[in-house]
Nanobody, 121 residues
Framework: VQLQASGGGLVQAGGSLRLSCTASGRSISNLRVGWFRQAPGKEREFVAAFTGSSRYADSVKGRFTISRNSALNTVYLQMNNLKPEDTAVYYC??????????????????WGQGTQVTVSS
């Protein structure tokens, strides 16, 4: 499966963006998909994952929503009330790992190319 991430951009603090992760080569309905982000000089960190249920990092809980549109073979990350600290390159990837390990980037494969999100203060 190949993943294509898109939807990033420049937004002011408090604004919103919706990221898309579109799969090709396999139905996304059977995949566990995660979003991670990496800011300059920092390690890649977990943001959210969708398995049919949703899991979020504490830093985005209540502001971000992950969802899936099987007809479009796409997983979305709706990001509201964005903060400057959300600035990063956002990546999507797939995993077969268990729920408790969804936040572990090492358990993911087929990383998309990333999309830049910049939040200005």
């Amino acid at each position: 499966v190949q993943l294509q991430a898109s939807g990033g951009g420049l937004v002011q603090a408090g604004g919103s963006l919706r990221l898309s992760c579109t799969a090709s080569g396999r139905s996304i309905s059977n995949l566990r998909v995660g979003w991670f982000r990496q800011a300059p000089g920092k390690e890649r960190e977990f943001v959210a994952a969708f398995t049919g249920s949703s899991r979020y990092a504490d830093s985005v809980k209540g502001r971000f929503t992950i969802s899936r549109n099987s007809a479009l073979n796409t997983v979305y990350l709706q990001m509201n009330n964005l903060k400057p600290e959300d600035t990063a390159v956002y990546y999507c990837a797939v995993t077969q790992t268990i729920w408790s390990a969804l936040d572990d980037a090492q358990r993911y494969t087929n990383w998309g190319q990333g999309t830049q999100v910049t939040v200005s203060s």
